[in-house]
C-alpha cells in the first residue's frame, strides 16, 4: 500500500471529477493533499475534452441534472476509449428514480474500473443490473462481524457482474475484485457527521487507480485505507472547543502529511 | 427550548435544501451538527421525489435560476400536500426582479411554516405582499431599541398575512407569529463577517420545525437562539492568531457540540 | 498600497462574482475578510440587474456553460457602460477549447480593467489575441529570474494590446500596465495546494480597484502583495498537526486582520 501512495505523490495524476457542487471544494483540496491535481468540469460543450487530458475521471452522482448526466456519459465513454481510469460514486443512487435510471445507464454503457457507495448505494445498483445471490444479506443498513461473510459474497458477486473493483464503506470497509476482498477496519463513526467524506474518498480512489495501473484491486484498498488512517490521525489531532467542522479540516490536514510509512502502519485489513 | 433542540437529535429529520451553491457546503455541515440529515437535489429530474422522503424542505434564493426556480415550485407545493414542513429564506429578494417575482409566486402558491431573512429582505416580500402597516418602520437597515415596537407589529401583522412564522434576523431577531413576538438577542455581529450564517440558521430552523411538529414559533425561536448561542461559544473558542474563516468553522463546531442545558442556559430572549 | 487596503476597509465595495462553484465559498469569505461584500448571481434572469448594483464585476471561468457565458458577456457589457470595475479570471483558460473560445469573446467585446490568472492563461489568452513579442518566454511553466526580463517585456506588451492591467501570479508574481511592471516576491509555494487561491485573489483584486478608482495598477499590485503577505502570516501561524486545509483557514483568517500597516512592511516588490 506504501507505494501506492508514494506513485500518487510522484506522478500526481490529473484527476477530472464531474461531481455534485456541495462538496466540490472539498474533493478538489483532498486531490491536492494526497498529490493528484483536481480539474473540474460539467458540462458538454468541453467535459470530453477536459477528461482527454487526465488521467482519471470520477462520476459522482450528487446534485444530478440531465445537462451533467450528459456530459457524464460522453465523457465516461471517450475514458473507456482512451484507456483512462474511470470511477463511479452513486450517491443516492435509491434516493430517486432519475439517480437510478441514470448509474443504471451508466453501467451499462460505461466500464468502470471501481464503484465505490455505501451498502444502500451498492445495493440499490445491484438490484437494477440484476445481481441477485447476496442481494438480502445487504437489505440491512450496515456490515457487520454477523453478515460479513455473506457481504462478501455479495460483494465479489456484484464485482464479477461489473468487471469493477466494488467499494463498499461504512463501519466496516470492503474492497473486493470478483475473487479477492480486503475487509479494512480503519476510520472513525465520526467521519458520517462530516458531509462529502464518501464523495473525498472516491476522488482519492480513482487518483491512486490513476497512478497504480494493472494493480487495480491494492490501489483501491489503499486508497480506503489511507483516508480511514486520515480519520483516525484527525481525530487524535482535534482540541478543546473542536467539533464537527474541525474534524472536516483535520482530515484534510491529516491526508496532507499521510506518508507511506504511516499507511503501512496504520492500515488494519484482512484479506477473504 | 432545550427539549426543541433534543428532538432534533432524536429525531434526526431528513432535510431537503434547494439552495445556492455559495454556501451548499456549510449548509449540510451545520444540518449534521445539529443532528438533522442533509439531502440537495435541485432540479425538476428529482426534486419532488426527493422531497416526499424528507421530513422538512428548505428553499433558498441565492444563486436562482428558471430551472431551479421551477424544481423549488413543484417540491413546495408537494411537500404542502403531504404536510411536510416548508421554509423560505429570500435571499436577496430586493436584489432583483428575478428574486423579487420568484418569492412572491413561491409565496403565493406555497404555504410556508416559516419565512425567515434579513430585515430588507422581508421588507422586500412584505412589499411585495401588500402589507401597509409597519414597512415604514423596516425602511431602515436595522433593528434598534428605538423601533423596535414598530418593527414586532409588523413582524406579527406580516406573519398574519402569511400564515408563516416570520423570522427577521441581525442585531436584535425577532420571530414571530401572528399574536406572539419573541425579541431574541443572542449571536455576535461578527457573525455577519461569515458568508451563509443566514442560510445555515435558516437550514437549522427547518430542521427545529420538522422535529417539532405543533410548535412552529418555539421551534422557530429555538433554532435562532440555539445559532446565536454557538455564534457567542464559537467567539470565545477563538484562539490568537485566527480571525474570519476559524469563527466560521467554530460556530459550526459549537453546533455540533450544542446540548439542550446549554441552549437554555445561554438562551436571551423576551416575548412581546 | 496601505491607503489601498484601507479604502477597500472604508468603502466596503459590493463585488458580483460570476465564478465556479468550486471555490465560490471562499471567494466570498475572502471579500468579506478583506473589507468588501460579495453578492452572486450566474443565470442571465438577473446577471446585469446584480451587477448595475454593485461595484465591480469578477468574471471566473471555472466550471463554465453556455448558460453562464451568457449572463458574463451580458453583465460585462453593461459594466462597461456603467463605466464599473471588471476583471477577468481565465482560470483554464487553455484546458479546453470551450473556455479558449469564450475568453476570446470576452476580451474582444468587453474592456477589462484587470486580468489575473497564471502565466499558462495568460499564454493561452496572449495567443489568441495575436501577441507575438515575448510569448515564446511564455512558453515555460514558471517565471524564474532567469526569464523575468522578458517576461516583464510580455506581460507589458499584453498589457498594451488589450487595455487591461495583467497580473501573472506563480512563484514570481507580475503586476504591469503598458509602461510599469511590479515584480512581487511575497506568498508561499504551498498556497498552490489550496485550491481557490487564484480565484480568491481575483475577487480581492476587483475589490481593491473597485475602492481605489484611477490607480488601477497599484490597487492590482496591492492587492497582489496583500494576498501573499497573507500566505506568509498564514504559514507562520499553522500549529503542529495542520496541513493544507488548515492552511486554507488560516490564509483567509490573515486576510481578515490585515491592516495598511502590516501590508506596507510585509510587501516586497520592485518596479520595472
Known sequence: MRECLENVRKKQPLIHSITNYVTANDVANVLLACGASPIMADDVCEAEEITAGCAGLNLNLGTPNPRK??????????????????????????????????????????????????????????????????VDAASGEHITEENLSRMVDFVKQFSRKTGSVIAVTGEIDLVADGDVCYVIRNGRPEMSLVTGTGCQLSAIMTAFLAANPGRRLLAAAAAVCMYGVAGETAWRNLKNGEGTAAYRSRIIDAVSFMDGKSLEEGARYEIR
Chains 1, 2, 3 share one sequence.
Open 69 to 134: 448526466a450528459e456530459a457524464m456519459k460522453k465523457a465516461g465513454k471517450l475514458s473507456n476509449q482512451l484507456g483512462h481510469i474511470v470511477l463511479l460514486d452513486p450517491v443516492g443512487a435509491g434516493a430517486s428514480s432519475f439517480r437510478k435510471a441514470l448509474s443504471a445507464e451508466l453501467l451499462k454503457e460505461i466500464k468502470f474500473d471501481a464503484v465505490r457507495g455505501n451498502i444502500s448505494e451498492i445495493r440499490a445498483l445491484a438490484l437494477g443490473s440484476g445481481v441477485e445471490r447476496g
